[in-house]
């Protein structure tokens, strides 16, 4: 198991707080994170299934793209859930520090015994812009975000319980499809 020295794991907790749910309500007062997930707390609850590819996503247009960046964010839900974060961290740029930054803190959370309980994104896809270079070796969209997300609890190995309330976070997301025909999440800007 990967120990983070308390500063490191507090930067990891903040980012984690504000990647996921941003760091004001929507009337811009601030508030605690509010981190989100997908589990229940029910005993009776099967366990969550991975989500797979939708194939609207394995085109190359803005429909494909908007597919795939709902995809994303299933890939978080189901994340939240179960701890498992490979397929976010597969299907996102080694680059993306806002990707990087949700997959690390929910490991951490889980690899040292805790969960989350309650909560599930829901990912609002506003205006998408097409970018493109010249010699088209750049393809893919800005597309603006906004998540909003119930009321959740982050659940630590001592079972201490830290009520995080419902909100919304918005964020600006950049695709691009590379090569091998698939689209890759290669920026998630929190604004």
């Known amino acids: 198991m990967r120990m983070l020295r308390a500063p490191g794991l507090a930067l990891t907790a903040a980012l984690l707080a504000c990647a996921l749910a941003g760091c004001s309500d929507a009337d811009g007062k601030e508030s ?31 429909a494909g793209a908007r597919a795939f960046l709902e995809h994303y964010w299933d890939l978080v839900n189901y994340a939240q859930a179960t701890g498992d974060v490979d397929r976010m961290r597969a299907v996102s740029a080694t680059t993306c520090s806002g990707c990087s930054g949700i997959a690390d803190a929910l490991e951490q959370l889980y690899a040292d015994g805790g969960h989350l309980e309650g909560g599930e994104h829901t990912p609002n896809l506003g205006a998408a812009t097409k970018i493109k270079t010249s010699d088209k070796s750049v393809f893919g969209y800005r ?30 997301a950049y695709v691009q499809w590379i090569d091998g025909g698939r689209w890759r999440l290669d920026i998630l800007d929190a604004q």
């Open 32 to 62: 605690s994170p509010e981190p989100t997930t997908s589990a229940s707390a029910s005993p009776t609850a099967s366990a969550p299934t991975e989500p797979s590819l939708p194939a609207a996503a394995d085109t190359s247009d803005e």
């Open 143 to 172: 597309i603006k975000v906004v998540v909003t997300y119930p009321s959740q609890v982050v659940v630590s190995a001592d079972n201490a319980r830290d009520e995080r309330r419902a909100g919304e976070a918005s964020f600006m």
